[in-house]
C-alpha cells in the first residue's frame, strides 16, 4: 500500500499550496542486510507527467517530481530556446488532472510562430533531453559561444559541492534525486533543485535564476549536477549563457565537443579534492596558481 509521505519530518520540498502532489510518498517495503529482514516503511521519491502547453498547443510531456514547476516551465522554455528572455514569458498556470499536471503557458506571438515551424513531441522517458526529435537538426543544436567571465578556484568547486549535497533534502529522504545547483561568482551556493530527471534539476533551477531576477548574472557563475554532464547538459547551459558546467560523474564525448565549441568550461568526476576539467579550464585554477596570477595582474 502506498499512501502520501506525513510524520515527524514535515512536509517534503514542493509539498506547499503552490504544487498539487506530494515529492515522496511513503511505502511497505521487505529490507534485508545479511541474515536479517525487516519490514518498514520507507520514503520513495515521487514522479508525474507533466504537459507543457504553450498558448493551448501541446508541446511537451515530461515525467518530473511535482514540484517547482513554475521554475522549471521557464527553465525548459529558455534552454529549449522557446523564449529569449522572460519577458516573453506572459502567463504560466498549473491545471491539476486525474493523470498528472498541466503547465499552460502564454508565450509571445513571434515566439508560438516560431515553436510552431520547428515543433516536436517529446514524449518520453524521465527528463529526456532529446526523445521524440523528428529530424538530426532538432536534436543537435548548436549555441552561440557564451561570453562568461566566472572564474573560481579548486577549492570554491569542492566547497560548493559539498555545500549542495547538503542540501538536497529530497534526495536525503529518497535517494532517488539530481540536483543542479547555482554556484555564483563569490563562491557561495545560493539555489538548488531537485527532480528524479537530471535535465528537469537544470531546467528548474535556470528558470528559479530568472525568477530570483538573476537572468542577465549567469555569465557570472557556475551551476553543479549531481549527474553525468551529457551533450542536452551543456547544451542548456550554453543556451542560457551559462559558462561553466561542473558535474559528479563524467561527460560524454559529444557533451565535450559542444563546450569546446561554445567555449563552456566543463569539469566532471568532481570528488573531495580531485576533479577532471575536459574543455576550456581557463575559468578554473587552483587556490595557490589563482592568487599568484591575480598578484601579477596587480603589479
Known amino acids: 500500500m502506498t499512501q502520501p509521505e506525513t ?4 512536509d517534503l520540498p514542493g509539498d506547499d499550496g503552490e504544487t498539487r502532489h506530494r515529492t515522496a510518498v511513503s511505502v511497505e517495503v521487505e529490507k534485508v542486510r ?6 518498514c516503511r520507507d520514503n520513495v521519491a515521487e514522479e508525474i507527467p507533466v504537459a507543457l ?9 515530461m515525467m518530473a517530481s511535482p514540484a517547482d514547476l513554475e521554475d522549471f516551465a521557464l527553465g525548459f522554455s529558455l534552454s529549449e530556446g ?21 503547465v499552460q503557458l502564454r508565450i509571445a506571438t513571434e515566439r508560438f510562430m516560431k515553436l510552431k515551424e520547428q515543433r516536436r513531441n517529446l514524449t518520453g522517458r524521465t527528463g529526456c533531453g532529446l526523445c521524440g526529435a523528428e529530424t538530426l ?7 552561440a559561444p557564451v561570453a562568461s ?21 529530497l534526495q536525503q529522504r529518497t535517494g532517488a534525486t539530481h540536483a543542479a545547483a547555482w554556484l555564483n561568482a563569490d563562491g557561495e551556493i545560493v539555489l538548488v533543485r531537485e527532480d528524479v530527471g537530471r535535465h528537469n534539476a537544470l531546467d528548474k533551477l535556470i528558470g528559479a535564476l530568472y525568477h ?8 557570472a557563475g557556475a551551476v553543479l549536477i549531481t549527474s553525468r554532464a551529457s551533450y542536452e547538459m551543456v547544451q542548456k547551459a550554453a543556451t542560457v549563457g551559462i559558462g561553466f558546467v561542473a558535474a559528479i560523474s563524467a561527460p560524454t564525448a559529444l557533451a565535450i565537443r559542444l563546450a569546446q565549441q561554445t567555449d563552456v568550461t566543463l569539469v566532471g568526476f568532481v570528488r573531495k579534492d580531485s576533479h577532471v576539467t575536459y574543455a576550456n579550464g581557463h575559468r578554473l585554477a587552483a587556490t595557490a596558481n589563482l592568487t599568484e596570477s591575480i598578484a601579477k595582474g596587480q603589479s
Open 53 to 61: 502547453e504553450y498558448n493551448g498547443i501541446s508541446h511537451a510531456v
Open 82 to 102: 522557446i523564449l529569449r528572455d522572460r519577458s516573453e514569458l506572459y502567463e504560466c498556470e498549473l491545471v491539476d488532472g486525474d493523470e498528472g499536471i498541466q
Open 212 to 219: 530570483a531576477g538573476a537572468g542577465a548574472d549567469l555569465s
Open 34 to 39: 545479511g541474515h536479517l529482514r525487516e519490514f
Open 149 to 169: 567571465e566566472g572564474r573560481f578556484t579548486s577549492a570554491m568547486l569542492h566547497a560548493g559541492f559539498d555545500a549542495m549535497l547538503q542540501r538536497q533534502a
Open 137 to 143: 537538426a532538432q536534436a543537435i543544436r548548436h549555441p
Open 7 to 10: 510524520g515527524d519530518g514535515g
